[in-house]
Nanobody
Framework: QVQLVESGGGLVQPGGSLRLSCTVPIGIFKTYTMGWYRQPPGTKRELVAT???????NYADSVKGRFTISRDNAKNTVFLQMSSLKPEDTAVYSC????????????WGQGTQVTVSS
């Protein structure tokens, strides 16, 4: 069973920063596009950022300039550095591994809660 293990969520004040981590099995890490998604309370899940094998990134407009997705190849880990956090960033954040070809399975982490509140 493939497991994506997330960490780093918590409670932070508006304007603060958090870094989320997602450790991925090496076979998945080397071939899949990695992404972070979030689900705010009472709404559907939405894309936050993606990072493909070539290093190209994509961000939701709402987080551009504030969030950065990156990877540490030595640790098979993907990060989401979040800065200038706002109350509307409050959500359950999940990492996702998208397969390189159609038909293969996608994988999700268990989710980690981020709460931005004073």
């Amino acid at each position: 069973q493939v497991q994506l293990v997330e960490s780093g969520g918590g409670l932070v004040q508006p304007g603060g920063s958090l870094r989320l981590s997602c450790t991925v099995p090496i076979g998945i890490f080397k071939t899949y596009t990695m992404g972070w998604y979030r689900q705010p309370p009472g709404t559907k899940r939405e894309l936050v950022a993606t990072l493909n094998r070539g290093g190209s990134t994509n961000y939701a407009d709402s987080v551009k300039g504030r969030f950065t997705i990156s990877r540490d190849n030595a640790k098979n880990t993907v990060f989401l550095q979040m800065s200038s956090l706002k109350p509307e960033d409050t959500a359950v954040y999940s990492c996702k591994a998208d397969p390189p070809v159609r038909g293969l399975a996608e994988f999700w982490g268990q989710g980690t809660q981020v709460t931005v509140s004073s």
